[in-house]
């Protein structure tokens, strides 16, 4: 990335998003901290702004004092072991207080005036795993036995994120929660999905003005949730054999 580009996107987004002083409310759970917080934040954002692939990429650019400069004169830089020691503890509610923060500061400003497809303001809602294994776990996983009989241990979440013209906003997300002691499945993606649009809405509130979604989505019960909250539900449907799809395409011929 262009050192002059990169500058005037940081000038922008301390300047606009107050970038600089939230990051420094950031913690973790180190004791004795040699290196700051703030400092490891700093690092791992622009890790992100300059798409480095992995912390062997990110450890060479340390060694080579690439983000030297971007820093003032005497502040201690990190070694990579720091950078995990600090993420494996993040406090995770201060970088969603943050999150929070940059959303709000996107609706105030009016990024998104025009919407985001032909005038309307778009967001997409679907499911993502981000964990997987079959040895590591905690009390959060969720769990799935393949055909070996083998456990494997999972994290997955809902997240919304508008779609259509720049910027892409990743709105919110929700994780999914295991088997409750009443339960014998662990949380659909559809309970996931509905917690998370009535978080948005108490949040921002008309986040969107239409919500798209897959066919795991095409139920009433879900269409209903989006109407009470004053936004339309656009779903892909593709089994034709479904009564509704069967009700919509008599509709659809008759116009």
């Known amino acids: 990335m262009n050192k002059c580009y990169l500058k005037q996107m940081l000038t922008y987004f301390f ?26 934040s700093f690092i791992v954002l622009l ?16 060694k080579k ?13 990190p070694h990579i072991d720091t950078i995990r020691r600090s993420l494996s503890s993040f406090d995770i509610n ?4 943050l999150h ?11 990024v998104f005036r025009n919407g985001t497809i ?13 964990f997987e294994s079959n040895k590591k776990s905690c009390e959060k996983c969720l769990t799935r036995v393949d055909k070996q009989g083998i456990t494997h241990y999972f994290h997955r979440a809902v997240v919304c994120a508008t779609v259509g013209s720049d910027p892409h906003i990743v709105l919110g ?8 002691d009443c339960s014998d499945k662990d949380e659909g993606e559809i309970t996931g999905g509905k917690r998370l649009i009535r978080k948005l809405y108490k949040k921002f509130h008309h986040f969107a003005d239409v919500i798209v979604a897959d066919a795991l989505y095409c139920r009433a019960s879900w269409i209903t949730e989006v109407l009470a909250i004053g936004m339309d539900a656009v779903i892909r449907v593709k089994d034709e054999r479904l009564h ?3 009700d919509a395409l008599g509709l659809f011929q008759s116009r």
């Open 244 to 246: 509704i799809v069967k």
């Open 65 to 77: 004092e690439r983000f030297k400069n971007l820093f003032p004169k005497k502040t201690r830089l």
């Open 15 to 40: 300047k606009v998003y107050h970038l600089a002083e939230k990051i420094k409310g950031l913690k973790d759970g180190r004791l004795n901290l040699q290196i700051e917080t703030s400092t490891i």
């Open 118 to 130: 032909d005038g309307i303001k778009v967001a997409a809602i679907d499911g993502v795993e981000i």
């Open 94 to 97: 201060g970088l969603n207080v």
């Open 100 to 110: 929070d923060h940059v959303i709000k500061t996107i609706f105030k400003n009016k």
């Open 173 to 180: 997300y929700e994780i999914l929660e295991p088997k409750k």
């Open 47 to 62: 890790t992100f702004i300059c798409r480095l692939k992995s912390f062997n990429r990110l450890e060479h650019w340390l």
